[in-house]
């Protein structure tokens, strides 16, 4: 059974920084994509970044890029998503996804079977 679990979040104020950690079972750590999301009340699931489990590479959304750092650690099965300067724009709540096997549609929710239950993050201004 694949298990993900998301710690980390919590409030911060603009300009501030929080980690947040996705733990995982189940799955094989050296396949395929994990991914964060975030999501607002009404709105759509938005894609973050993305690491490849085997080469490491890593994708982002414009929105975060240069302000984000999504990492792993195999020996964990963990990947860390580091966030510096956050805007009160950033608040949501960010899932970890992860059995995504395409670059090509690493930033669509549908390509990820295996999802934690999410962890909020509040950025105040």
């Known amino acids: 059974q694949v298990q993900l679990v998301e710690s980390g979040g919590g409030s911060v104020q603009a300009g501030g920084s929080l980690r947040l950690s996705c733990a995982v079972s189940?799955?094989?750590?050296?396949?395929?994509?994990l991914a964060w999301f975030r999501q607002n009340p009404g709105a759509e699931r938005e894609a973050v970044a993305a690491?490849?489990?085997?080469?490491?590479?890593?994708y982002y959304s414009d929105s975060v890029k240069d302000r984000f750092t999504i990492s792993r650690d195999n020996a964990k099965n963990t990947v860390y998503l580091q966030m510096n300067s956050l805007k009160p724009e950033d608040t949501a709540m960010y899932y970890c996804?992860?059995?995504?096997?395409?670059?090509?549609?690493?930033?669509?929710?549908?390509?990820?079977?295996?999802w934690g239950q999410g962890t909020q993050v509040a950025v105040s201004s």
């Open positions: 189940g799955y094989t750590f050296r396949r395929g994509f």
């Open positions: 690491i490849g489990l085997a080469s490491g590479s890593t």
């Open positions: 996804a992860t059995g995504g096997r395409y670059l090509s549609s690493w930033t669509l929710s549908s390509s990820y079977p295996y």
